[in-house]
């Protein structure tokens, strides 16, 4: 795997960005992949798909996004303590979770689901919020029956359901990421990051890419990250089935980087 400076990868990204459109290297058409930017981009740089929890590019982490999108931004992928129950297959999923949209014709029929975008500054419609607790030194997911929304039948029955699997008290074991292992975890996922922009266009059902804009981004401020976290601006994304665990993602809103670094510049293309 080839390995570039800064300036070495910025004018990599340049040339990239003259030769025009891209074809995905994912397919995105019949199936969600917000990573496909990013994931076009390396193998047109010539790097191998990063999925290690360690920063490509020596220091130096690659993601990307659509032009068009609201999309929030994967910042890493981290799981829950406490981590050896697997509190998300043993707990979140088998007790919490509803039927899966395609449940009997897709998956099968006894297929749950347990997808939930948390904040720290509001309640889900299903009970579920973060709270940033910094005395404790930890970040909480907590259920409270009082903030579900039980004027929505699908819903309802799902509360009466939850009550007959496991009762209607808050989560035992909590789950919850420790503010240490994150400063740890985030601070060497995302130190330094070149952010590109791609627009999209799609032809016979195939979507390409053409990188149009790069941000890069460094001085990360875990600081900042923990009052992105309070005020909404990073979120928790919950993203399993019966089947399979897709992860559970710290989240951000569209243009916000200036909240996380210290620095954002802004590189020609």
Known sequence: MKLYTKDELIEAIREVSARGWHSSVKNTIDTRNDGAVGNTL??????????????????????????????????KHIEPSPRGSKIVATVLLPLYGWEHKEAGRKYPATEKSFRSTTSATSYTNRGFRLVLDRKQGKLRFVFDTSHVDSSDPEIANWLKSVRQRVGLGPLNPEPYWGLDDLRYEIGAKVKNCFYVIA??????????????????????????????????????????????????????????WHRLYTSVEEIHL
Not at 210 to 237: A, M, P, Q, T, W
Request: net charge negative; proline share 2%.
């Open 42 to 75: 390396e193998v047109l740089l010539g790097l191998e798909e990063n999925n290690l929890p360690i920063p490509n590019m020596r220091e130096w982490e690659l993601k990307g996004q659509r032009l068009h999108t609201s999309s929030l931004v994967t910042l």
């Open 199 to 256: 627009d999209t266009k799609v032809e016979r059902r195939h979507e390409f890419f053409k990188y149009i804009r790069l941000l890069v981004l460094s001085g990360f401020s875990f600081e900042g990250f923990l009052n992105c976290i309070e005020e909404g601006v990073v979120l928790v994304d919950f993203d399993a089935r019966t089947g399979h665990n897709h992860g559970t993602k710290f989240r951000i809103r569209q243009n916000h």
